[in-house]
């Protein structure tokens, strides 16, 4: 069984990793679990330690934009394993961890527009810690289970079913009746289906993460 950790021994335990090379964590979970949060956590409280030590890098930068995802039809599952460009993204993670540019550009996804954005975060060679996030990235499926080998440290936010649905209500509050329940039962929690039972086992387990709860990760 995976070591269940809290979000403070987890900032410990990356403070402490010895050397000066690259380091790679992965945080995966479903929808609705709070990685991207947990991240900017981390590398909140590594940066709060020594300035320019970390970033993140989200897996959402590499989804498959709409023009595509309209041509295959695939629009109405947008965030499902198949609508991201899992090679672009290995390509990416390999070259964060051979890590020999000055600095790499990578794409963000903005949740406002649906559509990520190309270039919109740069990652200097300084930074030693790399927070990787995102829904798949510990699914054990081709072409997603060849990333395995790119972490160092893998992390899985385990939630509670119930409070993931609680959750995706809420960030979609502002769809109504059938275009809710097709966002939902549709896509986000078949999406969250396929994240809990098809995911590898982790390093390292985080239970219960409460996005909203701002003392989690402190600095120092």
């Known amino acids: 069984m995976p070591q269940t950790i809290t979000i403070d021994a987890l900032c410990k335990k990356l403070r402490a990793q010895p050397g000066t090379e690259r380091y790679l964590t992965a945080i995966a979970g479903a929808p609705g679990s709070g990685k991207s949060t947990l991240a900017d956590k981390l590398a909140e409280a590594l940066n709060d330690e020594t300035p320019g030590s970390a970033a993140v890098l989200p897996m959402d930068g590499y989804h498959?934009?709409?023009?595509?995802?309209?041509?295959?039809?695939?629009?109405?599952?947008?965030?499902?394993?198949h609508t991201f460009d899992v090679a672009g993204f290995a390509h990416m993670l390999s070259r964060m961890r051979a890590n020999c540019d000055p600095e790499i550009a990578v794409p963000v996804f903005d949740r406002s527009i649906e559509i990520a954005r190309a270039g919109a975060r740069l990652i200097p060679q300084s930074v030693r810690h790399v927070i990787v996030e995102g829904n798949y990235l510990l699914l054990n499926q081709a072409p997603w289970d060849e990333l395995a080998a790119q972490f160092d440290l893998t992390v899985f936010l385990e939630v509670p079913f119930a409070e993931l649905e609680r959750r995706l209500a809420e960030r979609w509050g502002a769809l109504q009746g059938d275009e809710l329940i097709t966002k939902m039962e549709g896509n986000d929690l078949p999406n969250a289906r396929t994240v809990i039972r098809e995911s590898r086992r982790a390093d390292l387990v985080v239970e219960h993460f409460d996005a909203q709860d701002r003392s989690q990760c402190p600095s120092g």
Do not use: C, H
Request: aromatic share 12%; no cysteine; hydrophobic share 30%.
């Open 64 to 81: 498959y934009d709409d023009t595509v995802l309209n041509a295959r039809g695939w629009r109405p599952r947008k965030g499902a394993p």
